[in-house]
C-alpha cells in the first residue's frame, strides 16, 4: 500500500498543477488556447505508463505481431488514482474480433467474408419500378386481346379488303358492345381518309392498340363522340348518332315522311340530354358529367328496346310530342319564338306576372334566342323541364335563381314575400280564402328544416323532398291549391310508381290529353286523316 501511494506521488509530480484547474473547459476556449492541449497532451506523453504503452506497441509492430489491443488500458495502473488526473479519457476498448455484431454471427478474427458494411452501403440499391403511365392508357390484358382478336378474324374473314358502312354495325354491336346507332360515327373516326372501308387493321389498331377495349363505356362513347382537338361534347357532336338512331330505330319508322320533325325531336333530345347532364349550364359537357349521369343506360335501352317510348330518359317520342305541341300552343304566331305574354298563358295562367319577369330578364339561364325579348325553342324546352319536374337538381338551381334576387345565395324572407304577394292578390280575386304570409313561412320552415331558419339556401331545397312544393307555393297557385286538395288516388298511385319522376307524370297525362283531343278533333271532321292546318302539326 506504500508502494502504491509513493508512485501515486511520483505520477502527480510530474503534472503541472495549474493544468488541473480545468474542470470544465469550453470549445470555444480550446479554441483560443490552443496551447492548453498541447501542454496536456505534452504532460500525458510524460507519464510512465504512457512511455510503456509506446514501447511495448514499438516492439509488437517490429515482431510482427497485431496490436489492436495494444491500447487496452487495463493494467493496474491505468485505473489507480492518479488516472484520475488525466486530462483525456482512454479509449474504448477495441478487440481483434471487431463489432459486438460480428461476435453474435460468430464471424472470428478474420476479415467478413461479405465484406466491409460500409462498402454494401455506399453501393446504390437498383429497384426496378413498373411502368405506370400510357399515352393510350394500360395495355389490355392478353386474354382479353386474344378473345377479341378471335372475334375480329371472324368478322373481317369473308371481307379481306375491308367493311362497308352498312356491315360495320354488326362489328359496333357485337365486339365494341356499344348501341348499334354509334356504328356511322365509329365507322368515320376509324375511316380518317374517307376511303368507304374499314380494314382489320385499321380497327385493329384502333380498338386494341389504343386500348379503346379497355375503357369503360362511357369512356369510349365520350371518345368516339368528341372532336379530337377538344376535351369536352357539344350539342353539334350528338347529332349524328340521334340522324342514326331516327333511320334505323322501328318505334321512329313513322317519322320518315316529315325530315322537319326528325330534325325537331333530335334536338329535343339533345336539349333534354344537356338540361339534366350538363351541370355547368355552359353547353360543354364533360366526361365526368357523362359518367355521372343516366346517359349510357338510356341509351343501351334506346338500342334493345322496340317501343321508343318505353325509353323515358330522353328519347321517348311521347315526352318529345308533349313538349312541341305545349310550345306551339304557345306561339300564337308561329314564329317559333315565345313572349313573355305568350308564357303567362302558360298552364292556365298558373304563374305569377313576376317570376317571368324574371325568366325572361334571363336570371336562371341565358336565352341562345338572338331575338330581343323572345324566348326560344331550346329556351322553352329548360323551361318546361324546370316547371313540371322541379325536385331534380337542375329546377331546383333554376327557380332558387330566380328567387334570389340579389344574386347572394340567400333567400330571406323579404325575397319570399315579394313573390308571395302577388299569389295572395290572386287568391283574393278569385274568392280563395287568403293565406297570410306569416302562416306561409311557418310551412315552408316546417317543409325544409332549413340550418338556418332565418334564411334558406340551395343546400336546404336539395336535401327536401318536397322542395318542389315550396316554389309552388310561392308562385304557381294551380299547383299549389292542388298540392292543398290532394287526390288520396293520385297518392296512392305515385306510391305504386315510385321510380317515375314528377316530369313522367306529367308527360303522360298531358300525352294522354292531346291525344283525346286530336282524336275529338278528328271525330268532328269526320276522317283521322284530317289535320289541323292552324297547328300545321303531322301529330
Known sequence: MGAMDAETGKDVALLNPELLQIAEVSPSAIKENPHIVQNLYSQWLSLPDTTKLVKTVADKAKAGVPTNDSFNCSSPKAGSPSSMFAAVPPLSPRSSSGSPRLNRRGSGLGPSKLGSPLKILSEPIKEVIPQFYFINGRPAPHELKEQCLIAINEIFTDHEDGLQLQDFKTVTKEICKLPSFLSVVLFKKIDVESRGLVTRSAFVDYWINKNMITMDMATQIYTILKQPHQNYLVQEDFKPILKELLLTHLGLEFLQNTPEFQERYSETVIYRIFYYMNRAGNGRLTLRELKRGNLIAAMQQADDEEDINKVLRYFSYEHFYVIYCRFWELDTDHDFFISKENLIKYGNHSLTYRIVDRIFSQVPRKFVSKVEGKMSYEDFVYFILAEEDKPSEPSLEYWFKCLDLDGNGILTPNELQFFYEEQLHRMECMTQEPVLFEDILCQLIDMIHPEDESHLILKDFKRCKLAGHVFNIV????????????????????????????????????????????DAEDASNGSADVWDESLESPF
Open 475 to 518: 308562385f304557381n297557385l294551380n299547383k299549389f291549391m292542388a298540392f292543398e286538395s290532394r287526390d288520396p288516388f293520385l297518392i296512392r298511385q305515385e306510391r305504386e310508381e315510385p321510380t317515375l319522376t314528377e316530369w313522367d307524370r306529367f308527360a303522360r297525362r298531358e300525352y294522354i290529353r292531346l291525344s283525346m283531343e286530336e
